[in-house]
C-alpha cells in the first residue's frame, strides 16, 4: 500500500438500486463502492468522487465536489437508499454526463488532463435505449467500466462499456463476491510507477511506460547521455538540427537563437527570413503612401484627389474642390487641375475674401425689384431645394401683400394648398434662404 499511488480521477459511479436488487445485496454494492474509494488518494488536487443512483427515475446522490476527503465521502455512500422498479441505464448515463460531469458540478476543464471515468453496476436488461448515449458518453471524453451482476445482460454491457471490453466489462454471479472486484479497479487505477513516487533517478524528465516501467528524456537542448539517466547539453547549431534559414547563433546551456543576414527580417516562427519592408523602415521615398508588395518591392501610391506623377514617387492634386481644403463657405467651383474659385447660393453675394457669402437683404432692394417678384423667387427656389417650411413663409409673404389683388390673392392661396397638401411645411435643416425672409 505503501509503494501505491492513484491517479487523479473525476470518477461517477452508477449503480442500480431497481426493485431486483434487495436490501442486503444493495449493501454490498455499497461496500464495493466504499472499498474501491479506500484504494484512492481523495482530495479536491486528487481523485473527486460522484454518485448517480438510478431505477426508473434517477438520483444524483452527490456531486464531485460535495466531498473532498474520504471519510465524509464513505459515510455518504453508505446512507444512499434504493429508489423503485425499472432499470433506466440510458437515461442514468445522460443524467452522469449533464449534471455530474459538468465544471460546475466540480468535474476538472479539459486543460487539466483529469480521466472522466464511469463505473455502472447493473444486474439487468435496459429498459431504454443505451447504445446511442454510451457512445456520446465515450466520444465526450468519459472512460466507461460496466459491471454486471447475476441476470444483467452481457449485450448491453459490451454496448455500455469502452474499448477493449475485455478491460472494461466485469461480471459477478451474485452480490456476495462483487466485493471481489474493487481489487481489480485498484489495480486499473493505481501503480507501482516510479515516475510519481519519485524514484526514478532521472536528471530531467521521467516517463512512465506503464506496469511499473519508465524511462528518462531530457529538456528541450539537451542529449540523454549513456548511463539513460543524466542529460548533457547539444549545439544545435552544430548539429544543423536548428531550423535557421540563416544564422544560427548558439546561447548557452544547449540552447540557440536565429538570426537573419543583412537587409533581411526574422519572421514570427523565429526560423525564416524575409527582405525587409522598405515602407515600415521609411526608406521608400513615396510622399504620400506607400505600399509594401513583399519580398522587398513596394510602389507608391497617392491621397484620394492626387494623381501620381511621373517619378512614381511625388503627387500632384488634381481637383481641389474634391480635396475638400478649398475654403469656400458655399461652392468650389473646379477651373481645372489644382484650380478653383468659390460662389454662393441663390440670394447671397460673395465677400471680398473670395470665400466667405452674405445674404442679401431684400428691403434694401425693394425700390429695384418689386415684393412680388421677391417673394415668388424665394417661393420657387425653396420649393426647388425642397425647403417647404421656408417655401410656407415666403407665401405667407406673398398673401400679405396689399399691392396684390383678391383674385391673385386666391391664386396663390390655390398654389399654396397644393404644394403643402404633398409636402409638409417644414424644413429638415434650417435652408440657406431662409435668412433672406428676415427683415
Keep these: 500500500a505503501g509503494v501505491c499511488k492513484s491517479r487523479p480521477l473525476d470518477l461517477v459511479f452508477i449503480i442500480d438500486s431497481s426493485r431486483s436488487v434487495r436490501p442486503m445485496e444493495f449493501t454490498k454494492v455499497k461496500t464495493f463502492v466504499s472499498r474501491i474509494i479506500d484504494t484512492l488518494d481523495i482530495g479536491a488536487a486528487n481523485t ?56 460546475e458540478a466540480g468535474a476538472r476543464g479539459p486543460s487539466s488532463n483529469i480521466p472522466k471515468v464511469a463505473i455502472i453496476v447493473t444486474d439487468g436488461r435496459p429498459q431504454d435505449q443505451v447504445d446511442e448515449v454510451a457512445a456520446r458518453a465515450r466520444a465526450s471524453g468519459i472512460e466507461l467500466y460496466a459491471v454486471g451482476v447475476d441476470r444483467a445482460d452481457m449485450e448491453s454491457l459490451k454496448v455500455i462499456a469502452s474499448e477493449p471490453l475485455d478491460e472494461h466489462v466485469f461480471y459477478v454471479e451474485t452480490y456476495g463476491v462483487i466485493e471481489k472486484l474493487s481489487s481489480r479497479f485498484q489495480e486499473t487505477f493505481c501503480a507501482v510507477d516510479p ?131 478649398h475654403g469656400c463657405q458655399h461652392i468650389c467651383v473646379s477651373d481645372g487641375p489644382a484650380s478653383y474659385h468659390c460662389d454662393c447660393f441663390p440670394g447671397y453675394n460673395l465677400n471680398e475674401d473670395k470665400r466667405t457669402c452674405s445674404a442679401l437683404h431684400l428691403r434694401d432692394y425693394e425700390d429695384i425689384i418689386s415684393a412680388v417678384e421677391i417673394y415668388s ?62 427683415g
Aim: net charge negative; glycine share 6%; hydrophobic share 30%.
Design 48 to 103: 473527486r468522487v460522484a454518485v448517480v443512483n438510478y431505477a426508473s427515475t434517477v438520483k444524483i446522490e452527490f456531486y464531485l465536489q460535495t466531498h473532498s476527503d474520504k471519510q465524509s465521502l464513505k459515510q455518504a455512500v453508505a446512507r444512499i437508499t434504493p429508489l423503485s422498479t425499472g432499470t433506466m441505464s440510458g437515461l442514468a448515463i445522460q443524467t452522469a454526463m449533464d449534471e455530474a460531469f459538468t465544471v
Design 195 to 325: 515516475c510519481m513516487l519519485g524514484t526514478h533517478q532521472c536528471q530531467h524528465v521521467c516517463i512512465s511506460d506503464g506496469e511499473g516501467k519508465h524511462h528518462c528524456e531530457c529538456s528541450q537542448g539537451y542529449m540523454l547521455n549513456a548511463d539513460k539517466k543524466t542529460c548533457s547539453a547539444t549545439d544545435k547549431c552544430a548539429l544543423n538540427t536548428h531550423g535557421c534559414a540563416h544564422v544560427c547563433v548558439n546561447d548557452r546551456a544547449g540552447s540557440y537563437h536565429c538570426e537573419c543576414y543583412e537587409g533581411y527580417t526574422l519572421n514570427a516562427d523565429k526560423k525564416t527570413c524575409s527582405a525587409q519592408d522598405k515602407c515600415a523602415f521609411g526608406a521608400h521615398g513615396c510622399q504620400h503612401i506607400c505600399v509594401n508588395d513583399g519580398a522587398g518591392s513596394h510602389h507608391c501610391e497617392c491621397f484620394e484627389g492626387y494623381t501620381l506623377n511621373a517619378d512614381k514617387k511625388t503627387c500632384s492634386a488634381h481637383d481641389k474642390c474634391a480635396l475638400g481644403t
Design 377 to 438: 423667387l424665394l417661393a420657387l427656389c425653396a420649393c426647388s431645394s425642397r425647403a417647404f417650411g421656408t417655401c410656407s413663409k415666403a407665401f405667407i409673404k406673398l398673401e400679405s401683400l396689399e399691392t396684390l389683388s383678391s383674385e391673385q390673392k386666391q391664386q396663390y392661396e390655390d398654389l399654396a394648398l397644393e404644394i403643402f397638401t404633398r409636402h409638409p411645411p417644414k424644413d429638415n435643416r434650417k435652408s440657406e434662404l431662409d435668412s433672406l425672409l428676415e
